[in-house]
């Protein structure tokens, strides 16, 4: 942190590779969890740095989803909201100035507004990615933090990379 301070960075964004993963994405939530806890010090050391965290379930599930499996095969999308509702709480609730969901569930950013704001944090911003591709742009940050799908793949709840019009 030093270094990116000394850099002139002052905004960084957070990712969590957690110790364990499991099929829901637990470690997401933790209030111990790798990202809660690197905000956390972050803000005592480097109060000045402005933290945002990334809100998605794949690099903590141990099938590489971004969310809840249904009999194993498919992500619930509701099932997940309440998850990604609390990550992002929890991310919040550590210290986080903004997070941002990047795993593409539908209605994602009302149930993280909703919880927000029933938790007294309504003037946490959420920075929404608005389109992700089910593409191998994202491969180098799925083998570094061990999210690629352990079977199929992500096109249930992300974009056809060739869909150009839906992105709009």
């Known amino acids: 942190m030093e270094r990116l301070v000394k850099a002139g960075i002052n905004k ?3 990712f969590g590779i957690p110790a364990h993963k499991d099929e829901m994405g637990s470690s997401a939530w933790d209030d111990n969890g790798a990202v809660q806890q ?3 010090e972050i803000k005592k050391n480097f109060p000045q740095i402005y933290c945002i965290t990334d809100v998605c379930m794949c690099e903590y599930t141990s099938h590489g989803h971004c969310g809840v499996l249904d009999a194993c095969t498919t992500v619930n999308n509701d099932k997940t909201l309440e998850l990604l509702a609390k990550t992002a ?3 919040a609730q550590a210290g986080a100035d903004m997070v941002a969901p990047s795993d593409m569930m ?3 950013i009302a149930a993280i ?3 927000l704001d029933e938790h007294g ?3 946490v911003p959420i920075m929404s990615y608005s389109a992700k591709y089910a593409s191998a742009f994202y491969g180098p940050f799925r083998e570094a933090a061990g999210s690629a799908p352990s ?3 992500r096109k249930g709840y992300q974009m056809h990379p060739h869909n150009r019009r839906e992105a709009l």
């Open 12 to 14: 960084i964004l957070l």
């Open 38 to 40: 690197a905000i956390r």
């Open 89 to 91: 709480l929890s991310h």
């Open 106 to 108: 539908d209605g994602r």
């Open 113 to 115: 507004r909703a919880i």
């Open 121 to 123: 944090l309504q003037n």
């Open 151 to 153: 079977f199929g793949d």
